[in-house]
């Protein structure tokens, strides 16, 4: 390795200045630009030049490519922004949920209007539930326990297709919403279905106390027929609760385990996916730099880029990575694991939900040596699975017709 030579200059694509070597960056479109003329997206920390489009997103500048795939357009604010927006019923519009506030939110129809619904909802002698809600419906929260201490507790989303069946198939699960266990909501990304969301429920509560719950699943499978696992569209996600956790170091060793088994995780989720449970989001890249700080160059004269992983900004108060990963950060209350692929089979869920219970109890106690020592291999954590078999039966259950040790590397990569 080399130090650049301070002589060397080049010459600035943008401002068409000499530049110092040392001094220049190269941008995305491998275009050689001095410190003045480029620009860094603050969410994928590539280089651009100062010609290239960039939008404010929220308080962040965002590259073009980022702000048009993970931000979303408010009308109300007439910024892009990270919250999600939902459509006006009276206006060809989409606000932000800050601009909601304002908006008017009709019960009997299930949506915002900017000045009111005038479509009679109100009118005593319509007593019809809505079955199906919008994206943005939030009620309270009803938590299940058979614990009254308990507070790990976990939210499943399952999103369905019922092409062909949508209304009976959605009336038949809206007796979830009636027992508090569950209600259904539209989802943009479906073509023809809707998302099953439980309310908050403990592990044991969900294996041996929710019978109403999968039996409606199995219902859902078997009766009418509504696909999941053999869809392009649908997901499976698992929201656990902060209050779970016993410390920020716990969630630390917790997100450490998941993205240093990215093999095992997606193989047991079913499912790989860079769109919408990406583990590259706590990749860190950073110039390598000698002992004088200047940035070192290969034989090549190109910038030797250090690489390494980060949970920094999944973890800070002010959190600012990408929700479509591996493990979304950005809810308040909960972490939430993206990682699966969609499934109305009831023993697939619970061996799903087995897994998340299971990353959160054996990451719960643990030492920074434990970790050095290999704690967080696939082989230390699988045997942790088969040895509580009673608690995860499920789980062992996939592990045997799904996971091969032999064909997987035991080496974890983790972050101290």
């Not at 699960?173 to 023809?192: F, R, T, W």
């Not at 999968?214 to 929201?239: A, F, M, N, P």
């Not at 030797?304 to 002010?318: Q, T």
């Not at 089979?345 to 299971?358: E, Q, S, V, Y």
Request: hydrophobic share 30%; net charge negative; charged share 30%.
């Amino acid at each position: 390795m080399n130090t650049v030579d301070e002589e060397a200059t080049i010459e600035c694509a943008v401002c068409l200045t000499d530049t110092n070597v040392d001094d220049a960056v190269t941008t995305v479109d491998d275009e050689q630009v001095c410190m003045d003329c480029c620009r860094i997206c603050e969410r994928c920390d590539d280089m651009h030049s100062i010609n290239d489009d960039f939008e404010m997103v929220d308080d962040s500048m965002w590259c073009d490519n980022c702000a048009s795939s993970a931000a979303n357009y408010c009308d109300g604010c007439d910024i892009r922004t990270t919250m999600h927006t939902s459509r006006l019923q009276d206006r060809r519009e989409y606000w932000c949920d800050s601009c909601l506030d304002n908006a008017y939110f009709c019960e009997g129809c299930d949506g915002y209007y900017a000045d009111g619904c005038d479509n009679g909802c109100d009118s005593d002698d319509d007593d019809q539930p809505r079955v199906v809600h919008d994206y943005s419906y939030r009620p309270d929260a009803i938590f299940h326990s058979t614990d009254k201490d308990e507070r790990l507790y976990f939210g499943i989303e399952i999103e369905v297709e019922a092409r062909g069946n949508l209304g009976d198939a959605a009336n038949y699960a809206y007796q979830l919403e009636s027992k508090d266990l569950a209600y259904l909501k539209h989802d943009g990304s479906l073509q023809c279905g809707f998302e099953v969301v439980t309310h908050p429920m403990s592990h044991d509560f969900y294996k041996n106390e929710a019978h109403d719950f999968w039996t409606v699943i199995e219902g859902l499978r078997t009766d009418y027929k509504v696909k999941s696992w053999d869809t392009q569209t649908c997901g499976l996600h698992i929201h656990i609760s902060r209050t779970g956790f016993t410390n920020g170091s716990h969630m630390h060793r917790f997100l450490n385990l998941v993205y240093s088994n990215q093999e095992l995780y997606e193989a047991l989720a079913g499912r790989s996916s860079d769109q919408w449970a990406k583990f590259s989001d706590v990749i860190e890249r950073e110039y390598a730099r000698d002992s004088e700080g200047c940035r070192i160059v290969d034989v090549h004269n190109d910038y030797i880029i250090n690489i390494k992983r980060s949970f920094k900004n999944k973890l800070d108060d002010n959190r600012r990575s990408d929700r479509y990963s591996a493990v979304n950060t950005l809810n308040r209350e909960t972490l939430e694991l993206r990682i699966f692929r969609g499934t109305v089979n009831g023993n697939t869920i619970k061996a799903h939900l087995d897994l998340a219970h299971a990353s959160v109890e054996y990451t719960r106690v643990m030492s920074v040596p434990q970790v050095r020592d290999g704690a967080l291999s696939p082989s230390n954590f699988v045997a942790y699975i088969k040895a509580n078999e009673a608690l995860y039966p499920e789980l062992v259950a996939r592990l045997a017709k799904i996971w091969n040790p032999t064909l997987s590397a035991s080496r974890q990569e983790v972050s101290i």
